[in-house]
């Protein structure tokens, strides 16, 4: 929860297509990864650098729905712990998907 929130060091996965002309951030109904978390999952960021190629963890990356769907893929070989990490943002991005057909990935 956005209120829950301390500090700004957070991967903020925005609804749609983030707009830099209108720029919103912190928005309560957006998923908040702390870096410290992400960074024990680098198996869901080598997936996404290879679905990817242009993910910057300190920029702006759109995942339109195949590249989520790729990047599941991506880590089926990857430990229990990096496939519950992934199924608990895929609970978020399902929906998100399926109304916006795109996320935001806000870097640090």
């Known amino acids: 929860m956005n209120s829950e929130r301390h500090g700004t060091c957070y991967h903020e996965l925005y609804k749609g297509q983030w707009n830099p002309e209108n720029p919103e951030f912190w928005r309560d109904d957006s998923l908040y990864i702390h870096d410290d978390i992400f960074c024990e999952y680098p198996e869901l960021q080598k997936a996404i650098k290879k679905v990817i190629p242009s993910y ?3 920029s702006e990356t759109v995942v339109i729905k ?3 769907v790729e990047i599941g893929v991506q ?3 990857a430990n229990q712990d ?3 990490f992934f199924i608990e943002i895929d609970e978020w991005a399902k929906p998100v998907l399926s109304t916006y057909g ?3 990935i806000l870097g640090i």
Do not use: G
């Open 102 to 104: 795109m996320f935001t």
């Open 75 to 77: 880590i089926t070989n």
């Open 82 to 84: 990096t496939h519950d």
């Open 56 to 58: 910057d963890s300190y």
């Open 66 to 68: 195949q590249n989520w």
